[in-house]
Nanobody, 123 residues
Framework: VQLQASGGGLVQAGGSLRLSCAAS????????IGWFRQAPGKEREGVSC??????WNADSVKGRFTISRDNAKNTVYLQMNSLKPEDTAVYYC???????????????????WGQGTQVTVSS
């Protein structure tokens, strides 16, 4: 089970980026996939989540970030629009197989993590 996060970069405030989380070794269809981020000196926090039955977005990104999945490509995406300097962080994707719970899972429940991808938003 491997996850590969990509798509980070440097963007000006107000710009957009699309992160990708590609899975290998398992099929994403019934997994819950979460995007998390960690800024310097801060704890890792949940950003968005998608399961086979639901999605969730943190209040700080609602209306700006959209999570989606392409099961044919075994990939989950995080479209990030109207980026702000406070969105600067290392972004991680993670997976957990708990189809009955949807996105009602804790960060500690995610047991497969990808490497991070850096997102830097300049003001």
């Amino acid at each position: 089970v491997q996850l590969q996060a990509s798509g980070g970069g440097l963007v000006q405030a107000g710009g957009s980026l699309r992160l990708s989380c590609a899975a290998s070794g398992f099929t994403l269809d019934y997994y819950t996939i979460g995007w998390f981020r960690q800024a310097p000196g801060k704890e890792r926090e949940g950003v968005s989540c998608i399961s086979s039955s639901s999605t969730w977005n943190a209040d700080s990104v609602k209306g700006r970030f959209t999570i989606s999945r392409d099961n044919a490509k075994n990939t989950v995406y995080l479209q990030m629009n109207s980026l702000k300097p406070e969105d600067t962080a290392v972004y991680y994707c993670a997976a957990v197989f708990r189809p009955a719970f949807g996105c009602y899972v804790d960060q500690a429940d995610f047991d497969s993590w990808g490497q991070g991808t850096q997102v830097t938003v300049s003001s």
